[in-house]
Every structure is written in C-alpha cells, then in structure tokens.
C-alpha cells in the first residue's frame, strides 16, 4: 500500500498556501493530516484534494512559553479548526492580539490567509509548516 499524499507532499503544499487533503471515493469523507486509510471507513481508495481553508473554531489555547529557538514569537495563539469539509486541523491565529483572547473565540469563522515555515530544531527532522488563519468579517 503506498501512500497518495505524503507528509512531506502535505507540508510542501502547505508551503505554497495550498491545504491538502485526501477525499474517500468509497464515503466521500475528507481526511486531513494524511494517512494511508480513511478515517472514516478505512478505504485506502482515496484521491488529493485541495480544501478551501475555511471552517470555525473549536478550541484554542494562547502559548506564553515558546518552543525553544522561537522565544520571540510568544504570546501565540493555537487553534482547533473544524474545516468546512469536515475534518478539524491545528493552526495559529493572526490578527487577533493572542493577550485579549477570551472564550469568545470559540465558535467563530476562520479562513486560512497564509502559512508559516518554521525552522527545524534538534526535535524535529528539518522545517515544517503551519497553517495561519485569520478571524472572517
């Protein structure tokens, strides 16, 4: 079994603003980050989608304590995206002062605007990166 989208194919894609998925063609279900089977029923038939970036917010936290090497970047806000398509995907908040961010966040529409490439540290095996999703007006 090979797999239609790689990790390093989904943060390629990520790269260039575009947020990949892989979509089920046995239940039509949207799975994302990838995997080699369906989330859903476990069908490996799956094709690479481009999804539009859009979704609400779940859940978030503001991080004060950076990851090392990235000390200047702090406070940030992490997001638990509930896309459109279906599948929930983690991201920064931008645009929105992570120091004000209350319980009001959650429930609102976000579109993904950008993506941020991170430097690899000695934990990880080379850059990655994230999505960026700003609040919709």
């Not at 950076?66 to 908040?93: F, K």
Request: charged share 30%; with cysteine.
């Amino acid at each position: 079994m090979e797999y239609k989208l790689t990790f390093k194919d989904f943060n390629e894609g990520l790269k260039e603003n575009k947020l990949l998925g892989l979509k089920c063609e046995e239940c039509g279900t949207i799975t994302v980050p990838p995997k080699m089977v369906c989330r859903k029923c476990a069908s490996p038939d799956m094709e690479v989608v481009e999804l539009k970036g859009t979704g609400k917010i779940q859940t978030f936290t503001t991080c004060n304590v950076a990851p090392e090497g990235r000390e200047d970047e702090v406070p940030y806000v992490i997001l638990l995206v509930e896309l459109d398509e279906g599948p929930w995907i983690m991201g920064n908040l931008t645009g929105t002062d992570p120091t004000t961010a209350t319980m009001e966040l959650i429930g609102k529409r976000v579109k993904m605007t950008e993506t941020k490439v991170f430097a690899g540290d000695k934990y990880s095996a080379g850059e990655g990166a994230r999505p960026l999703f700003s609040l919709e007006t």
